[in-house]
């Protein structure tokens, strides 16, 4: 496979200060040593440094790209907000939504998040190569159009997506996301639309509370090309692979996509300081290779996956390696010390047979 990988130095110097984890410091509130968002550099950082120190990077076609132009970001934001967000950034920085902090330069460091998507999404459609992975920082998934939360600035996959529909390059799109916290931007985006399927994995009522909903299917023309997967706190290795074949897989093959894009968030693992999930580097091992063969079967392997959340530095470096890795079908793995012990920490057979009837209660609501 030919695998590329977009990445650049300045997206790792987004900052976000003013938290102490998702606390707004103050009053009771003490600042942290570090100062700062869990949404830091240093898992991306760390994860572009594993595939360099293994040799991973050396298979892979690893580039930078141009910045989303305003043109491409209108299509998707208001101008209004784009402005607003623009000169706040000229300023020095400030915060315009929900836990989206940034510094002087942030607008800037948004935009080539988002054109590292665009590019990265752009090479799959034109033939350069196979599949490609963008490690876009700030994140996406949770901004609406006029209003970023949740650590993100820019919808940067959409963002991706009207660029290459508005080039003739799609006409049918689908998202897979399987961050641990629920895609409401991406479904707030697409939810009166049919062109593009909007699937969510994620751990119920973790973020935003209240949002992803297995009732929520979407209204008029995209009623039906919403589908969410509220999983409960626990659901490990087991219970991701079972949700995933029983309604991901199916849903791709009614819908039929040109490309199928991931929203590839680390923040299921069973380290991260922001989820009560048990997911390992397998199980994204697992989940790339299924979601790689949906791709061949139905849109001759067309992938593309967006780097989204993920909070334990030193854990997101190996389930990235091993998505990556899948992708381009490498035989390079990085090994995991922790891997024996993450294993025995797995749900028990009680609780997986509980999730089977969990599933059962969402397939009654779709």
Not at 71 to 86: D, G, I, M, T, Y
Request: some cysteine; aromatic content about 10%.
């Amino acid at each position: 496979m030919t695998t590329g990988f977009f990445w650049d130095e300045r997206c790792f110097w987004h900052a976000g200060e003013g938290y102490a984890g998702t606390y707004r410091i103050g009053g009771h509130v003490q600042p942290l040593a570090y100062g700062g968002l869990p949404e830091s550099p240093e898992s991306k950082r760390r994860l572009k440094s594993l595939i360099d120190v293994t040799g991973l990077s050396r298979e892979l076609r690893l580039r930078s790209a141009p910045m989303a132009t305003m043109e491409e970001l209108e299509r998707v934001h208001p101008a209004k907000f784009l402005r607003s967000f623009k000169e706040m950034s000229d300023a020095g920085g400030g915060e315009l939504g929900l836990r989206t902090p940034f510094g002087p330069g942030g607008f800037e460091i948004a935009a080539l998040s988002a054109g590292l998507a665009r590019s990265a999404l752009f090479s799959v459609l034109e033939g350069e190569v196979d599949n490609a992975y963008s490690l876009s920082r700030p994140p996406g998934h949770h901004c609406l159009p006029d209003w970023p939360n949740g650590f993100c600035l820019l919808a940067n996959i959409p963002i991706a997506i009207e660029a290459a529909l508005a080039e003739g390059l799609a006409e049918r799109v689908a998202v897979v996301d399987w961050d641990v916290h629920h895609g409401n931007g991406t479904e707030a985006i697409y939810y009166d639309r049919d062109d593009v399927l909007t699937i969510s994995l994620h751990q119920e009522n973790n973020y935003p509370v209240d949002s992803g909903d297995a009732e929520d299917r979407g209204i008029g023309a995209g009623e039906g090309f919403n589908l969410n997967i509220p999983l409960p706190g626990g659901t490990g290795h087991v219970g991701y692979l079972e949700a995933y074949d029983r309604f991901v897989t199916p849903a791709l093959e009614a819908f039929r996509p040109d490309v199928i894009i991931v929203a590839c968030g680390f923040d299921a693992s069973i380290f991260d300081p922001l989820s009560a999930m048990m997911a390992t580097p397998e199980t994204f091992r697992q989940l790339t290779r299924r979601i790689m063969e949906t791709a061949e079967d139905l849109c001759d392997g067309r992938l593309m996956m967006v780097h989204e959340g993920g909070y334990s530095d030193v854990h997101v470096p190996f389930c990235g390696h091993a998505v990556i890795e899948t992708m381009a079908g490498s035989s390079i793995q990085a090994d995991d010390p922790m891997a024996e012990v993450v294993m025995k920490r797995q749900p028990s057979e009680p609780f997986n047979a509980f999730l089977s009837v969990w599933l059962d209660e969402i397939a009654s609501k779709i």
